[in-house]
């Protein structure tokens, strides 16, 4: 996946949270925009435990490997407004 997708979803407002699907099945939970860093060749995700103020720990993945952006609620993921 590009990195633009992800950050257009991450700017979304009001923010949609979502899941990134992974290649290999695994999907990791974006409840809230300051939970993803992203650069050119890696995407961080903080992992949080319910209740938690900071994350237990840090998942890094490429972004090759994140096949798609899934809303949490089940909504179709909204489309960018074109400009």
């Given at each position: 996946m590009r990195t633009t997708e992800i950050e257009t979803q991450l700017r979304q407002r009001p923010f949609v949270p979502f899941l990134l699907r992974m290649s290999d099945g695994h999907a990791l939970e974006v409840r809230h925009p300051e939970m993803v860093l992203v650069s050119r060749t890696v995407v961080a995700v903080g992992v949080y435990r319910p209740g938690d103020s900071k994350?237990?720990?840090?998942?890094?993945?490429?972004?090759?490997?994140i096949i798609r952006i899934e809303p949490l609620d089940g909504r179709a993921r909204p489309r960018p407004r074109r400009k």
């Open positions: 994350p237990e720990h840090i998942v890094l993945r490429d972004p090759i490997n």
